[in-house]
């Protein structure tokens, strides 16, 4: 039997699942595990990978009989890119089809959507996505960066590693650039950086003329300071932008971009000739030399059916978020979801770097940071990555609102966001 | 802790291995020293410090090739650039790779023998920093000061601007001597002069300032704000400010120039998605809301092609124009004669049709291509920028599509004005019934006028694969701007389209930097709402019976 990227100990635990599987007679009936990402719309470009990703990984995991006992059935629904549609299917997941846990979601407003549905039924929900932060839910796991596993640590990427001293916070004006930045503007500031070495600018989602935007940063970074741009761009528009720079002749040398949305995925639709060099802070790349990212790669390649696909930072925290549920259901014996949540806090599973991910009492999960450089292939080169592995924090640090606010969901505090002043839980997200 | 133990070992063996083939660095060195040259022993150290992981080490193997001088060493710096250079994982071999076809070409760098083509995953690539990249450039700079074409000395000198220190600028002088080209002496005499201004000597130091008296380069204008906030003889000070306001005069004058054309560039873009509107909303009274998804068809018209001929980017750009053209324009006339003819004179539905036509357009690129956004190659002669100095540069591909949009509104105008096709255009667009009367088939001549219109914004398409992306959605970005745009020149009138289009770009950019991209965008917005109230015909509005009636 060919054992596919899960530690050894992980295995032997499921040969004596499959074992006692085998000898049970309920193996007829099955687990279900819904699938809600768009598979239509104008978010089915990144979503439609993640499912493909998840009914490989259940795939896998009947392949090394199941869990409990039971195949899995994944059900698979399609929200259309339609916020609210998100909770609608939801609720149907949970209520018509009885799914055990629920994977999904992508943008930040289809999460707070089917939130209110997760937390009225007491569903499961592992989201895949690096985002804003600010929430912590008893429902939700949040397998992708929070701000503090991604921007922070790039931002110190620039200023220790490159000596960057002037700034320009360039973003879509939509509801992640504009917290994102909030924290990043409060830390920089808190770091000794003059207001004036700062420079935010917000512009339309698609837009395409960046010619006077371009022109201006590069007047901003030829005053002698060290200069970088920090892009919260969102998909699209990036295209355009990147290619500006190149015409204008703005180098990553110069001024280097470090992007926080831009990934193997997107870049395989663009030629990268003029971006090498510039750089995107995520926790995983395709390039990363690990005997288990290589598996997962040859596995996916092979479930796909072609060599030119890539794999991304949101398709391994699946990968992660779908380990950990599978370990809190053996370490649970039941798919109930409270028991469930009870368990799946502290389970470490491997990570597609090498190292492992634990989840923490506040539903993020640790994960290494990782810089790197966009290459003529559309990879990335590692050039920086922490020395450990960095605990996801639901509420930052940096910002006045939240900076009190912890969530631990462990008893007795069980709480999402506990204010350490006050000593009160103040009941949002419950 | 036990998590942070893979992690630790994994840490500890990569340092071991290091270590070791350290180690074995002075021995390889001194085995080849016997029978070689220095050089060899540069170049072979430069080799293996190139294949470690750390960057640290991989620059001191630039440093060492640097060094060699040996023709090789600029090939592998050259390919270590360009991402060309991997390691195969087997045993370690440096090769030479070229990705760009089907198979894998693999070439051994040392002995220049063609390999075995294997995986890609069976390579490693010799991957590199930004760091090491302005390393690898300044290396190569040296190399190319030597170079026979002066374009490239000129790029090298300009090059070591930044990074000038006692030892490049004593080469530099070196070099001045036998240089011969005008420009490229300017250039290493401006070097020269930046590197005096932290001279001791004051007399040395006024020449350097007064000699950088004019030059726009942003290190020199650097170097003169430094040595300004820096120095306390007045006489030094007095010259400094003089020459810095001239060059903040100069640079400013530019600024200006480069926004003009800014807006020119985006008045172009404007007028080529609206061209073709001005001929089916402006001659025909058509409201087609569809008009974005042919510019789309007319942006994977190009894709299309250029998946036909991925060998000749530059002229499957031209071939995609005329072809563009017939395929958005057949289309057209497609649309024109399914739908649109049986809804003349009731704008309303005309309105909800096409756009419904839109989405249908819209899903069936999605269903044929995938929602996926496709890249289209960009030409190298339109890539990059036309230099005019270090302050102003035009980019290539914005100034083509500028050359081009006048030359799609002149031949549009020309068909227009002097064939027979836009004599009854004009004739039925005045008055039906009298062109009918006069023996103009009009249903034909309405086919033909849509489809011309269609023709356009396909064409239209072609020019904005080149500036963003070619996706499902690119047609909805232009089509409000499209209307906008022809609604302020003055619907039915070509030369209003023009003027309004290259103004409201102008008039964009000028507000851009003052009020920024969504503030700009709404400003234009509420002026041209402005303008249509008290002249509700547009810039030039049409005269006669027609706009009567």
Known sequence: ?430 | MHRVFPLLVSRLTMGLAILLTLACVPVVGMTEATAASATEADLQTGLILLKQKRFAQKAEGVDALANSGDTLARSLLEALLNGRLFERKSDGLLVFVDTRGAELRIEDVLTGEMLEPIKKRQLRKIGINNALRTRIRAALATFDLSDPDPAVRLVAVNQMLDTLDPETTERLRGYLASESDPTVRDAMISAIHLANLSADDPALRLAAVEGLSGNLQPAVRNGLVALQSSSDDPELGAAVNEVLNGIDLRIQLYGLAETVFFGLSLGSVLVLAAIGLAITFGVMGVINMAHGELIMLGAYTTYVIQQLMPNAVGLSVLISIPAAFLVAGLVGILIERGVIRFLYGRPLETLLATFGISLILQQAVRSIFSPLNRSVATPDWMSGSLEINSVLSLTLNRLYILLFCFLVFSALYLILKRTSLGLQVRAVSQNRAMARAMGVRSARVDALTFGLGSGIAGVAGVALSQLTNVGPNLGQAYIIDSFMVVVFGGVGNLWGTLVAGLSLGVANKFLEPWAGAVLAKILVLVFIILFIQKRPRGLFPQKGRAAEG
């Open chain 1, 1 to 430: 039997m060919k054992r596919s990227f899960s530690s050894t100990a992980a295995a032997a635990c499921l040969s004596i699942a499959a074992l006692s599987g085998s000898l049970t007679a309920a193996a007829q009936d099955t687990i279900k595990v819904g699938v809600l990402h768009s598979l239509s719309g104008t978010m089915a470009i990144s979503e439609t990978t993640l499912k493909d990703t998840m009914l490989m990984l259940i795939d896998e995991q009947n392949k090394k009989g199941g869990l409990l006992g039971k195949q899995l059935e994944a059900v698979v629904v399609d929200p259309a890119s339609d916020w609210p549609l998100f909770a609608e299917k939801a609720r149907d997941l949970l209520e018509k089809d009885k799914v055990a846990a629920v994977f999904g979601c992508w943008t930040s407003v289809s999460r707070k959507s089917v939130l209110p549905v997760f937390e009225e039924l007491n569903g499961l929900l592992f989201y895949p996505v690096q985002y804003e932060g600010e929430e912590s839910s008893k429902n939700v796991f949040y397998t992708g960066a929070a701000p503090n596993q991604q921007a922070v640590p790039a931002v110190d990427y620039l200023m220790n590693d490159i000596g960057v001293e002037r700034w320009v916070l360039a973003g879509t004006d939509y509801v992640y650039p504009r917290t994102t930045n909030k924290i990043l503007e409060a830390y920089l500031k808190a770091k000794g950086v003059a207001e004036e070495d700062i420079m935010i600018n917000y512009t339309p989602f698609g837009h395409s003329d960046w010619q006077s935007i371009v022109a201006d940063i590069k007047k901003f970074g030829s005053e002698g300071k060290k200069t970088a741009v920090v892009s919260t761009i969102n998909g699209d528009a990036n295209v355009p932008f990147y290619k500006e720079l190149g015409n204008q002749g703005v180098s990553a040398e110069d001024i280097p971009v470090v992007a926080f949305s831009v990934g193997e995925e997107e870049l395989s639709g663009l030629d990268t000739g003029p971006l090498v060099g510039h750089l995107a802070a995520w926790n995983y790349f395709m390039s990363v030399d690990s005997e288990i990212n290589d598996e997962f790669i040859t596995a996916w390649q092979g479930y796909i059916g072609s060599e030119d696909r890539v794999t991304n930072d949101p398709m391994e925290a699946h990968f992660i978020g779908f380990n950990m549920w599978v370990k809190a259901v053996e370490k649970a014996g039941t798919t109930d979801p409270t028991a469930v949540q009870d368990a799946i806090i502290g389970v470490s599973v491997p990570n597609l770097t090498g190292g492992w991910a634990t989840m923490m009492p506040n539903h993020h999960i640790t994960k290494p940071v990782l810089i790197g450089e966009i290459q003529a292939d559309g990879q990335f080169e590692t050039v920086w990555e922490t020395p450990g592995l960095v605990v996801g924090d639901a509420w930052s640090d940096y910002l006045d609102g939240s900076k009190d606010l912890m969530a631990d969901w462990m008893m007795p505090l069980s709480c999402g966001n506990y204010n350490v002043k006050t000593g009160k839980c103040s009941g949002q997200n419950m």
